[in-house]
């Protein structure tokens, strides 16, 4: 055999075992190849939240800006290069409360109507934030910007100040969950709910109305829009807004005692509540999971521990399995990666972090950990469409 | 064995005897062994009750409304599901004794008493009152919180630990386990449950791990 034959020969050997692949495919495939080819950095100053919609093509980045507090960008264009230049949206408050600054902390599309849901919060005296300020704000996406349609939770039922607040909708878009509620008589945390219309609007409820009671023993009631509340108090202290993972209309996870996953039961009663706590967890766990998986993950905020547990239709179940990645400091809600690339995406200090996942959602012990230009990565959000993890940063890499 | 001067000698039988006996009895005590498990042994558990009926882990109702795993709070139509993973043992091997510790911290009602039930039907994720799995489809209990005889759990407890003080009490699973690690049955687990109206038991949680002083002794030998 000469020298070409055997060239032909060991090119024939690599194309055969998948070493050698022809540039051509690789063009082809619009899978990212690596968690580098994965990772779109944004670049959105002070970033607090971020969320991604396959349906409206949509990133919305939330900061903690003076002004400009939501970034608007559009996904429709070449998925792997930064988003071109962002429409931007003032968060609203009134105009007693000029001078503080108010800031998103949680964000949701609705499932299926062009609705973006915004929760955000403010530090100023208490009672004008109770008098004017709406923590819930409704948004229209419209072709070329975002329209306030609405805004709610007002009052001395939402407490503020709070430096986390996620919310969320059920699949089917018929509830949205909500952060930081108390008990206006003693200050105690709960969390909440508001049941939403065909239009996404949240539904007014029946109120009995004080001091109407009739000869027959029954109130008069009104029409009042607001949230169906659990108190939570016993075991959780404000803010109540770590995370939630609402995978049905009766059913919600969040972060409860221990640091480990609980979840609300909104039709029983007599179980409202069930928790779960992971004694071997250093801290306070900001939660996520991904429908296909039917598995919570948890990262610890602070610390270098990452949670998974399954669940079925939101209660957690089985065995609990913890790892830490040594070094890591999380900031960031846990971002599920699935199809090609089973991956755990988590925002660390000046880092994104990367946990291999089986099929399962298992960990496979295998870290990846990728620098960015941000001492605090808090804002992550992955498209399933485009296969792309879109990351907020401080400024472009030099 | 030959004497010296080559004839038979009267003392060698005996000799031989003891050597050989001693050598059995060594080697037998040699090849026996036993391995100690503990909670952090445990694959799969559960607590399951009727008043929560899709909850995992039902294991104790801390406040009204709120249950929790900061222990086992068995109670009529509240159980505890565990198995144990028999990994350690390896095969090839005859079960000669194993006894399962578990730590007790309280009893209430007159005559207090729990059951151990060998489970037969599989169970896994979404595993509660109602169904031994949820996901990806739901499988009912013949009887919900496992309670049908032959079908979800054994025909006859494993056994009925009456309740004196408060503390370990061992119980003797070597049937059990020999029946699992001989592969004669799934080890499917156990079930702890309350068949007595007004009897409660406290069992400390397994979920703390090895501190928690659930243990699983399997004594076993070459068969």
């Known amino acids: 055999m000469n020298r070409s034959e055997m060239a032909l ?55 903690d800006d003076d002004k400009h507090q939501l970034s608007i960008f559009s996904l429709a264009g070449n998925a792997a290069h930064a988003p071109s230049k962002p429409a931007q949206v003032d968060l609203p408050k009134p105009a007693l409360l000029e001078n503080a600054k108010n800031r998103p902390l949680g964000m ?57 607040g996620a919310i969320a909708i059920d699949p089917q878009g018929r509830r949205i969950f909500l952060p930081n509620l108390q008990d206006p008589s003693n200050g105690g945390a709960s969390i909440g709910y508001f049941d939403l219309d065909g239009e996404g609007m949240p539904r007014p409820t029946r109120v009995p109305i004080q001091g109407t009671l009739d000869g027959r023993g029954l109130n008069q009631f009104e029409l009042v829009t607001k949230p169906v509340r659990v108190n939570v108090s016993r075991f959780r202290g404000l803010p109540t807004g770590w995370g939630f993972v609402a995978p049905s209309l009766n059913t919600v996870v969040f972060t409860g005692a221990g640091h480990g996953p609980a979840v609300w039961d909104t039709q029983n009663r007599r179980a409202a509540i069930g928790l779960l706590p992971i004694d071997t967890l250093p801290g306070d766990c900001l939660i996520a999971a991904d429908a296909q998986l039917s598995v919570l993950f948890g990262a610890a905020q602070g610390h270098d521990s990452l949670y998974r547990v399954a669940h079925a239709d939101g209660y957690p179940t089985l065995m609990p399995q913890v790892v830490q990645l040594p070094g890591a400091v999380f900031h960031s809600a846990p971002t599920v990666i699935v199809a090609n690339h089973n991956r755990l995406a988590v925002g660390g200090a000046g880092k994104v972090h990367f946990a291999g996942l089986n099929k399962r959602g298992q960990f496979t012990n295998e870290f990846e950990s990728i620098s960015v230009e941000s001492d605090a990565v808090r804002a992550l959000a992955y498209s399933r469409k485009s296969k792309r993890l879109y990351v907020a940063v401080e400024k472009d890499r030099q | 064995m030959i ?32 391995s100690i498990l503990d909670a952090s042994d445990c ?152 068949e007595d109206p007004g009897i409660n038991v406290d069992v400390r949680s397994p979920l703390t791990g090895r501190s928690s002083g659930w243990k699983l002794r399997i004594t076993y030998e070459p068969e």
Not at chain 1, 111 to 131: C, F, G, M, S
Not at chain 1, 151 to 163: I, N, Q
Request: hydrophobic letters at 45%; aromatic letters at 10%.
């Open chain 1, 9 to 63: 020969h060991l090119l024939a050997c690599l194309y055969a075992t998948g070493l050698f692949v022809p540039a051509a495919v690789h063009a082809q495939t619009a899978d990212p190849a690596s968690p580098d080819e994965l990772l779109v950095p944004v670049v959105v100053p002070g970033a607090i939240c971020a969320v991604a919609s396959d349906t409206h093509n949509l990133l919305v980045i939330g900061s």
């Open chain 1, 108 to 164: 949701a599309f609705h499932p299926k109507l062009p609705l973006l849901y915004v929760w955000q919060d403010i530090t100023a005296d208490a009672e004008k934030i109770h008098i004017g300020f709406n923590h819930l704000i409704i948004y229209a996406i419209e072709p070329t910007a975002l329209r306030q349609v609405a805004a709610y939770a007002r009052g001395p039922e939402f407490a503020h100040g709070l430096s986390m």
């Open chain 2, 3 to 34: 004497n010296p001067s080559g004839s038979p000698s009267r003392f060698a039988t005996p000799s031989v005897s003891v050597f050989l006996l001693t050598l059995l009895a060594t080697t037998l005590a040699t090849d026996a062994r036993t």
């Open chain 2, 43 to 194: 694959n799969q558990l559960a607590g399951i009750a009727e008043a929560a009926p899709r909850h995992s882990w039902a294991m104790h109702e801390r406040w009204p409304g709120v249950f929790t795993t900061d222990k086992i709070a068995l109670a009529p139509q509240r159980s505890f599901l565990f198995r144990f993973s028999l990994d350690k043992i390896p095969p090839g091997q005859r079960i000669s004794h194993a006894q399962l510790t578990l730590p007790v911290t309280q009893r209430y009602g007159s005559q207090p008493r729990f059951y151990l039930w060998r489970i037969t039907a599989g169970w896994g994720p979404g595993v509660c009152y109602r169904y031994r799995s949820a996901t990806p489809k739901p499988v009912k209990w013949t009887k919900p919180g496992a309670a049908g005889l032959s079908s979800d759990r054994a025909t006859r407890p494993t056994d009925i630990v009456r309740l004196i003080e408060n503390g370990d009490v061992t119980i003797n699973v070597t049937e059990d386990v020999e029946i699992w690690h001989s592969g004669a049955a799934k080890n499917n687990g156990w079930l702890l449950s309350i």
